[in-house]
């Protein structure tokens, strides 16, 4: 079982980045997948989640500090999952992982309930 994460970068406030995680190993729509972001000096943070199922667009959840600007969606066809995020901010800097757990927990942001993880990708907002 395998995520892998991409898609980070450097971009200006206000800007805009998708990121990627495909999974590879399992069938995705069989589990929820989180997104988690690691910035300098703090804690990992949960971002947003997805429900499992061969339903689209399944249940999403975004932390207050992201809604309204990051969408996550998922293509079971390509066994991927996406993280839109727009009108980014220089404190949207950080590692961002996705992760991966069969049945999503009441509090997604809970990192620990996940079973498996990708390895991270960078995004830097920065003028």
């Known amino acids: 079982v395998q995520l892998q994460a991409s898609g980070g970068g450097l971009v200006q406030p206000g800007g805009s980045l998708s990121l990627s995680c495909v999974a590879s190993?399992?069938?995705?729509?069989?589990?929820?997948i989180g997104w988690f972001r690691r910035a300098p000096g703090k804690e990992r943070e949960g971002v947003s989640a997805i429900e499992s199922g061969p339903d689209l667009p399944g249940s999403t959840y975004y932390s207050q500090s992201v809604k309204g600007r990051f969408t996550i969606s998922r293509d079971n066809a390509k066994n991927t999952v996406y993280l839109r995020m727009t009108n980014l901010k220089p404190e949207d800097t950080a590692v961002y992982f996705c992760?991966?757990?069969?049945?999503?927990?009441?509090?997604?942001?809970?990192?620990?309930?996940?079973?498996?993880w990708g390895q991270g990708t960078l995004v830097t907002v920065s003028s």
């Open positions: 992760a991966a757990v069969k049945n999503l927990p009441i509090s997604w942001g809970w990192h620990p309930a996940y079973d498996y």
């Open positions: 190993g399992f069938t995705l729509n069989d589990y929820a």
